[in-house]
């Protein structure tokens, strides 16, 4: 089966994306590039990188994107999102923040960003930037199990892939349980419920990726110019 | 200290008139309303000036948020498009008979009330819109009580009462940062806090079988809680649906204990507007 | 050898149901003839607007309509089992063909058919026993719903209202019902039998059309207020601008 590639955050910055897409015309059995989010920012210009995510060189694997927290932010901004206005941005780094991201990105990508979706459903696994509460759930090594859980949960899904803390990792829930009870107007009722055997992986961010392979379950993390590296593991 | 929780009025006066005489009659004087005084029900603004007037804290439930902000539920949240429409004949009634005053009062309910670690919401702590029904998964359920920071959470919204106590949890994780399948890898197990979630049902529209209003009372010293079940002259709501030319058809769902539009069949359906 | 057999009995007694089993178990071919029947005493006979029919063709595809006139003057095929249904109130007087109700004898000859036997529910015991109903008086409603398409929610909201008595008391609900997605049902109730029958027929309609095909609900009883059934149908029916699923969360 082939290997999917999941990148993000690389935010308007074409050579992390021409780097690794270097790397991935040298490592066999990629088929699929997953772009979780955030491909623009407000620290540079993003338009050359936005046109060639829409229009791919030969050779080159053609990505399927979703929106991240900056997109989001910015389709906000430019009124995509009904009333709602880039708060989250002008709360955190002000409004200079949010100019700077208006400058970013050429208003004629909007109608492409639009068109983003949430996240992807790709055989037992969720691929999303944040989770599947929100774009801007930040899960890392350290979140809690039980929210890890819900999140799963919410997407009835094994395997969790988020971009959003930029961190690359992977938590395996593999035990516990928990005891319900509940009583109603009918009775009192039991149930004893265990922890599902699932996992939520965190790809990473701008050079740093992910390379997960869907027929034995092995996820390797990657950076964009260590190719050496990965054939001395022998995947090459 | 004993108090009351009420839910899911759905401007059904004879039964909220009902309720509170039950309530008084036990000698509690502390009551907290989870939202949804109004929808479907024919007086509306009987029942928020009688809220009013008895000063219950209350919190905003989602009819009261669509008729302030206009229809905010989206498609998905009517299961079918019969309910749909019924749903948004009622939302029109609504807007149109509820005075302005009413309407500020409602414009102006919290989403949530909190007392010390017990939390009074309509829905979920998320959203007034989710259901946490009774068999919903117990670590999501738990996780809606804990995120929040409570050890109790009071919720309505599903019109079906009930007691879920959530205990002896844990999970286990395997933990790896920075490196790939088969690397070093730390291992944790957290130990899950017992948290409870009351649902205090509906006194305007039962969705439990009969035509019963139904309410919970919960003892704080002693943590019992007691799902009340209140009969209320169903006749008297059924007679002013069809006089206040609301559809006759809500008056037979109510007479036969049938919610006035079916719940959607994916309650823990969130809608991502 | 042929044979012509007529089957008389009260609504919802289980006439078309007995029909088809006798149309899937022979191996020769057959025919069918559904006669409207005749009111009685306040009792107004259901008109059935073809919906039998066209359920038993969809079963059997090769089912000869035996009300075509040009398959009445046509030579008979062999081995023809002529089934014959009459919806009749009240038993027959006398037993066998003496009790066929006379009204109905210039028909079937203008259509060639002489039926060699005649079996009434209730009474003769070559049929299944059923819980027939005394009926003591009976409104019967229809409502052609050809290029109508439901919204499949609704329609289980409205079926559950209507043989639960909103609209009246139904006594009988019987109906072929278009579905977005190119199916159509038969839906069939009967008060004195336990749950609603829904069976998919076999042809489909290219899905997102408005199918042309006989589609109409039936409804016996009293009390009935077409008028509130009208505004529910009003709310289930897919516009005829949009045809489209309902989302189902």
Redesign the interface.
């Given at each position: 089966m082939a290997r999917w590639a999941l990148i993000s955050g690389l935010r308007g910055d074409l050579e992390a994306y021409e780097a690794i897409q270097e790397d991935l015309r040298h490592t066999r059995r990629v088929d699929t590039l997953f772009v979780l989010g955030d491909v623009i920012g407000p620290a540079r210009n993003c338009d050359a990188l936005l046109s060639r995510l829409q229009q791919p060189r030969r050779g080159e694997l053609r990505p399927q994107c979703l929106y991240g927290w900056w997109e989001d932010q910015l389709l906000a901004e430019r009124g995509y999102r009904?009333g709602r206005r880039a708060d989250a941005l002008r709360l955190s780094q002000g409004e200079t923040a949010v100019d700077a991201l208006l400058q970013a990105v050429d208003p004629g990508h909007m109608g492409w960003l639009a068109e983003l979706q949430?996240g992807f459903i790709e055989l037992d696994c969720a691929l999303l930037h944040g989770s599947s509460?929100t774009v801007e759930d930040s899960l890392g090594?350290d979140s809690?199990?039980?929210?890890?859980?819900?999140r799963l949960?919410?997407m009835e899904v094994n395997r969790l892939f988020t971009a959003r803390s930029g961190?690359?990792?992977?938590?395996?829930?593999?035990?516990?349980?928990?005891?319900?009870?509940?009583?109603?107007?009918e009775g009192q009722r039991h149930?004893q419920?265990s922890?599902p055997k699932r996992q939520v992986i965190g790809i990473g961010a701008g050079v740093h990726y992910t390379i997960y392979d869907p027929g034995t379950?092995?996820?390797?993390?990657l950076a964009a110019g260590s190719r050496s590296q990965e054939r001395a593991?022998g995947f090459a | 200290m004993a108090h009351a929780v009420i839910s899911c009025l759905h401007a059904n006066h004879a039964a909220l008139e009902a309720v509170l005489a039950d309530i008084d009659q036990q000698g509690i004087d502390t009551i907290t309303c989870l939202g949804d005084l109004v929808g479907y029900g024919p007086q509306p603004n009987e029942v928020v000036e009688l809220i009013r007037q008895r000063a219950i804290p209350t919190c905003q439930g989602c009819w009261d948020e669509d008729i302030i902000e206009g229809l905010n539920a989206c498609?998905?949240s009517y299961?079918?498009?019969?309910?749909e429409?019924?749903g948004h004949l009622a939302h029109q009634w609504t807007a149109d008979q509820l005075s302005e005053e009413n309407k500020d009062f409602l414009a102006n309910l919290p989403m949530s009330l909190r007392r010390d670690r017990l939390l009074f919401v309509h829905g979920s702590p998320?959203s007034q819109h989710e259901y946490l029904l009774?068999?919903m998964?117990?670590?999501?359920?738990?996780?809606r009580v804990?995120?929040a920071e409570a050890d109790t959470l009071f919720c309505g919204h599903t019109h079906?009462?009930?007691?879920?106590?959530?205990?002896?949890?844990?999970?286990?994780?395997?933990?790896?940062?920075?490196?790939?399948?088969?690397g070093p890898s730390e291992?944790?197990?957290?130990n899950?806090p017992v948290r409870r979630i009351i649902n205090a049902g509906s006194v305007g529209e039962p969705r439990?079988?009969n035509t019963n209003a139904?309410y919970v009372i919960h003892d704080e010293q002693t943590g019992t809680?007691e799902?009340r079940?209140v009969a209320y002259d169903v006749e008297r709501t059924c007679r002013a649906i069809v006089e206040s030319g609301l559809?006759?058809?809500f008056a037979?769902?109510l007479r036969?204990g049938f919610e006035y539009a079916?719940r959607?069949?994916?309650a823990?359906?969130v809608c991502?507007? | 050898m042929s044979q012509t057999l007529l089957i008389s009995g009260p609504p919802g007694c289980g006439k078309t149901s007995w029909i088809l089993k006798r149309v899937q178990a022979h191996r020769g071919p057959c025919g069918y003839l559904r006669l409207a029947g005749y009111p009685d005493e306040g009792l107004a006979q259901a008109p059935d607007g073809g919906i039998d029919l066209a359920y038993l063709q969809d079963q059997c595809p090769r089912l000869l309509d035996l009300a075509d006139l040009d398959q009445a003057l046509a030579p008979r095929p062999e081995h023809l089992l002529a089934l014959i249904e009459l919806p009749q109130f009240q038993p027959p007087t006398e037993s066998g063909l003496g009790g066929v109700d006379r009204r109905v004898i210039p028909q079937l000859e203008a259509l060639h058919l002489k039926p060699d036997e005649h079996l009434h529910f209730g009474r003769d015991t070559a049929l299944p026993r059923q819980d027939t109903l005394d009926f003591s008086s009976l409104q019967a409603w229809e409502r052609n719903l050809a290029g109508s398409v439901w919204?499949p929610?609704?329609l289980?909201?409205?079926w559950f209202?209507l043989v639960?008595?909103?609209y009246g008391d139904v006594y009988r609900a019987k109906a072929l019902m278009n579905l977005p997605d190119g199916r159509a049902f038969f839906c069939n109730w009967m008060v004195s039998q336990e749950g609603s029958q829904f069976l998919p027929l076999q042809a489909l309609a290219p899905p997102d059309g408005r199918p042309e095909r006989l589609s109409r609900l039936v409804v016996q009883g009293k009390g009935l207020d077409p008028a509130?059934i009208e505004?529910?149908l009003a709310?289930?029916l897919?516009s005829q601008a949009l045809p489209h699923s309902?989302?189902?969360?």
């Open positions: 009904g949430f509460a090594p809690s199990p039980l929210l890890l859980l819900d949960t919410r961190q690359q990792f992977s938590i395996e829930l593999t035990g516990g349980g928990i005891e319900s009870q509940v009583r109603d107007l149930q419920q922890v379950d092995r996820f390797d993390f593991r | 498609d998905c299961p079918s498009q019969l309910a429409r019924r998320n009774p068999n998964d117990a670590f999501a359920a738990l996780e804990e995120t079906h009462p009930y007691v879920r106590e959530l205990r002896d949890g844990s999970i286990r994780v395997r933990v790896q940062e920075g490196v790939a399948s088969g291992e944790r197990e957290i899950l439990h079988g139904t809680v799902i079940e559809p006759a058809i037979w769902r036969h079916e959607a069949d994916d823990s359906h991502e507007r | 919204d929610a609704s289980s909201s409205f209202e639960n008595g909103a509130a505004v529910t709310d289930c897919l309902f989302p189902s969360a």
